[in-house]
DNA sequence: TGCAAGCTCTTTAAGTGTGACCATTGTCTT
DNA sequence: AAGACAATGGTCACACTTAAAGAGCTTGCA
């Protein structure tokens, strides 16, 4: 690895010359930034990031804790977090809190001492639960913080939401109005997760507003949920539409609607999460909840960058990213 | 953020002694050892990494380059990598080289200015066609470099391959000599890239060997690789058995042959390539080969940890992680 | 003509936080 | 009194940036 000092040496100047030239400076001759450019090229010389990270105490690195990278979701969210941090140049060290509190607090502890610069964090499933926030008041009075989608109301920083409630309360709406359903089962396997909560206050909202029951089948840890989804439609068949909240329990339920030979849309109608694969795997292709997880990084992205390079503290702010119903195969209308 | 020259002006005693007494030295008397160790919990002190990583010219921290993230056996890969890593106080940085040749030089020439102490890489789609190799080499004269799944043979540094020709090999010959079948289709979206060929070689031994004609479906870039599928099983009735090269088109694969009436297993087999969701999303559950995504992302991390963590440059290892067929609802036996 | 002032180019020095190494001080033993 | 030893301090290096100082030249004006 060459540094300036030895390019110093070789051309009988003094290292800051050598610095200067390279940052083509106004004070340093033509010729010399010749010589030195030259020279530097030929050795193929590259500043050290780690020296410049410690003069000038930026790190140009944004830590990413997430709680998974195997539910698809996540994945996305964190392509479009790379994608712009990227395009400005940043790096990103990504940290999997497996929906650990202890964990997650882990990873907080050790890149905020002058690893990162920010951090972007969807908080993990006990952290939720237990409530416990320590970690991130403390890294956020010298750090800033974005949170997006499992976002904690009472720790001050900016936010990225979906608009969970509004998303499924359409979304069960549409399917009361323009297809005229009545009997709407509620699929779900992340309610006791904020955005799960939100999703299912939209589902009631809807079914209460047109004076339906709500019914909801809670799947948390079932060894067999394609089972139980199966056993709950047998034994009330007048369902006549199914939502999911999650984006694996809608496919899984379209599987079982066939099995016991209703058809998909004219029976019943099915409206799931969107991921990556879920036009593939399902057939009719399902119709989702699209939740836009590259804008979600993206968005979150460019808000801590945003606060990373503006000198004055800037307030925190919440940006709310619109999920976007998407009809395919599995409802009537297009 | 708090560091050993404000501790020690707070205490009154030299930088040095600081440092010692906070790394329990023997050379410092127990009383400041721990007059320093207090202050330093009241005041939360965190010895500085980026300093650390000067003074040390080791930063704990791995470079991982991968194509996508939402490829779901990326994401697999990258969580046994960060498991491992975080096993042994390694922090990850990821760049995503979205099969660009370009995206992946630059990650590597930002990353290997002192960034990180190693990579570990899947190389890019466009890479491995077009075979340009120099940013490899140029990193690894200084760097360790491990390779996984996708791996260049001519680079010199560590890989970890999947044993692709095996697999499908025996899983074609299963087909062939526990279910008797006699038509086997192999449909394929990956056949450019060396696994891909891999896969099909295996195949294609295995049917020559019971003086079958293979039958390659080739979707790459298909609008609608679902339809391509299903023309193809109206047009070829006598399709018995359908083996999958990724992870996508079997369970696609398995949706055309429910509409055109056939029974799986009965008429028709399939095995497909296994991901996270592949049990959720398919009726009956899919059989496939379980690649061992998890397990590959923790051996290469841990070849290359071994490679960091040994003074004398140690030999290049390539490992195979066996894949593993596991038998489920579309095949007859378990 | 003399010399201060100004200009361009370069070097010196200080600083970032840490830690290895060596030096210094003081106390105690023999 | 000298050596042993414990405790602490000082210096330097890691690689880079940058403010300030300095060197060497030209220019302008009395």
Redo the contacts between chains.
Sequence with gaps: ?VTLKELAKLLNVSVSTVSKALSDSSEIGENTKRRVTELANEL?Y??????Q??KS?K?K?VGVVVP???N?FF??V??GI??TL?NH?Y??????SNESLE?EQRSF???????VDGFIVAVARETQTKHDIKHFE?VSR?TPIVMFDRVLNDVACSKVVVDDFETVYQATKYLIQEESRKHLLLISNIEELSVGKQRIKGYTKAMEEATFKPSVLKLDDELS??EVILKYLKENSNIDAIISIDH?TG??AL??V??IDKDVPNDISIIGFDY??SK????PKISVVNQKGFKIGQTSAELLLDELNSKNRVKHKTIMVKSQLSLNGTTQKK
Excluded: W, Y
């Design positions: 690895m193929n590259k500043p050290n990031r780690i020296a990270q410690l105490s790190t690195v998974s990278l195997m698809p994945a996305e964190v392509h790379e994608t990227g140049n790096d990103m060290t990504v940290c999997i964990k502890d050790l890149l905020s001492t002058g690893s403390s010298t949920p394609d694996i496919i899984m599987n079982m066939k099995k990556v694969d593939f795997v399902s057939s």
